[in-house]
């Protein structure tokens, strides 16, 4: 059984996992999600990026406990968050801990899915609460 | 470029609405619902279709081509036709679309026309964009908007039960709107139940179904060639666009981009927002009324929700907020919304509303945002 993250490009595997984000080498804006297309800063192209690794620890700005959703998973309820991560940039992700509230310290980790019929699991990457 | 001078320099004018009843998905087609609507607007500026000189179509879901087949029906005129797409704004940029195009002097009669009916999906191109995120399909729209609703309730201490007042106020207002989708008086403990996502409730939660909204845009000339009544007709002062910029990591996207928009259409106008009597916004979730409230200046930060609670935003109040009921209780049936509160305030400035007018209401504003992130604002006056 192999464990690999939905988007590799996105996550360095570690514990807990870096994730790779994207600075521009002209303008020096480091943002998360990392694209391969241009510098919403400067207009810069992403020839001029370079990876820029954050860690995946951060504390809570919004949390929502989603009740309905239009895919079977994940399944309900679960809770998404609003995370500054340490180095600045804002990410969204689900958070698994049933006590997370703003203002709570939260890590990443990877969450494997149930396996495939070939034994492959496919993991996000989630938060948790630092406790 | 400066869009203020042309919209002086030629003023353009409101002369016609028609709706057709936004709805839950049915049978019929887009082309009945869209031909509902222009005729009634036509009937209402007192028009034929062929004093038509060109038509936009705002439409986010119909796929290509929307327009010749249905508005053909009311003659083949051969007018340029265009559809218009802009997310949850598209009406509101076909409305823009036929000021700017009355406004240039190219036409003396534009019909900016909303009509869409509802897929399995949105269909929204940034998913396509290959910038993969952390969400993976976690965040839709209604958890992006509880999301803020959290942020906006920690920082100024807010109840889930103030927000939810504002769906109860829409909901009201929607109950005496004949051609809102939902119709009934809500109380707040029925707000208050069936949990969508956060502290948002199905009925905080805006309905997407299907309708059409029409509005004819006409010069002073069109006015005066084809004898339209001056006594109906509302001027458009302001129609400013604008997208995302590049904001502070954190910020809410959706008030930021509202407070550039509405504060663009308001200097275009020269008006302020003490002047605004009745002010349409993108209230899709309830949380929204309140960000905008604030982000276009009608009071201080976190001071939103108690206005809604000591009726300030009630219709009679100091500024009626959605008297449609909004997108909440009239719906959002993507194309049609912004064209369907044009129509709304254009009702509300002649006093044509009913039970639902604001005393007095002299200048009215739409507002929308859409997903991208775009937003659009348009500012209309009684001349």
């Known amino acids: 059984m192999t464990i690999e993250p939905r988007h590799p490009h996105l996550l360095k595997l570690a514990d807990p996992p870096i994730l790779v984000g994207h600075r521009c080498t002209r303008c020096g804006r480091v943002a998360f999600p990392p694209d391969p297309y241009g510098c919403e800063k400067c207009g810069s192209p992403a020839s001029n990026f370079e990876k820029w690794d954050l860690q995946a620890r951060g504390s809570v700005q919004a949390v929502a406990t989603v009740h309905r959703h239009h895919r079977p998973t994940p399944s309900t309820p679960f809770t998404v968050g609003v995370i500054e991560l340490l180095e600045g940039p804002v990410v969204k992700a689900i958070i698994d801990s049933d006590d997370v509230v703003i203002g709570s310290s939260v890590e990443g980790f990877l969450a494997p899915e149930e396996p495939d019929e070939a034994g492959n699991v496919i993991a996000d990457l989630r938060f948790r609460v630092i406790r | ?383």
């Open chain 2, 1 to 383: 470029m400066n869009t203020a001078s042309l919209l002086s320099t030629r003023p353009v004018f409101v002369v016609g609405i028609g709706l057709h009843r936004y709805q839950r998905r049915s049978n019929e087609t887009y082309v009945s619902l869209g031909l509902t609507a222009v005729r009634e607007a036509l009937n209402d500026a007192g028009l034929a279709w062929t004093d038509v000189n060109a038509a936009y179509t705002g439409t986010a879901l119909l796929g290509m081509g929307a327009s010749r087949i249905m508005l053909s029906k009311l003659g083949a005129t051969g007018i340029p036709m265009t559809q218009v797409e802009n997310a949850s704004a598209s009406g509101s940029s076909s409305v823009a679309q036929a000021c700017l195009e009355v406004a240039s002097g190219r036409s003396d009669v534009v019909l900016a026309l909303g009509v869409d009916k509802p897929r399995g999906g949105l269909g929204a191109a940034p998913g396509e964009a290959g910038i993969a995120n952390l969400e993976a399909g976690s965040v839709v729209p209604f958890t992006h908007f509880a999301l803020l609703a959290s942020e906006y309730m920690n920082l100024h201490a807010v109840s889930d039960e103030q927000v939810a007042k504002v769906a109860v106020k829409n909901h009201r207002n929607g109950a005496r709107n004949p051609f809102a989708q939902r119709q009934k008086v809500r109380s707040l403990e029925e707000v208050l139940t069936e949990p969508i996502s956060g502290s948002l409730t199905r009925l905080q939660c805006c309905p997407v179904g299907e309708g059409a909204a029409a509005v004819i845009i006409a010069s002073e000339d069109g006015i005066e060639r084809l004898g339209i009544d001056r006594s109906r007709v509302m001027q458009v002062v302001a129609s400013a666009t604008k997208t995302e910029g590049l904001y502070d990591e954190g910020v809410g996207i959706d008030a930021a981009l509202t407070a550039e928009t509405g504060a663009a259409a308001f200097e275009e106008a020269g008006l302020g927002p003490t002047d605004l009597d009745v002010v349409e916004v993108h209230d899709a979730f309830a949380i929204e009324e309140l960000l905008y409230a604030e982000a276009l200046g009608l009071c201080k930060p976190g001071e939103a929700a108690v206005r809604v609670e000591s009726g300030d935003f009630d219709i009679g109040g100091s500024c009626a907020f959605s008297p449609s009921g909004g997108l909440l209780a009239m719906g959002h049936p993507i194309g049609p919304t912004g064209v369907g509160q044009i129509a709304e305030i254009v009702r509300q400035l002649r006093g044509e509303a009913g039970s639902r007018q604001q005393p007095n209401a002299k200048v009215g504003m739409a507002h929308m945002v859409g997903i991208g992130a775009v937003c659009v604002v348009h500012i209309l006056r009684k001349p």
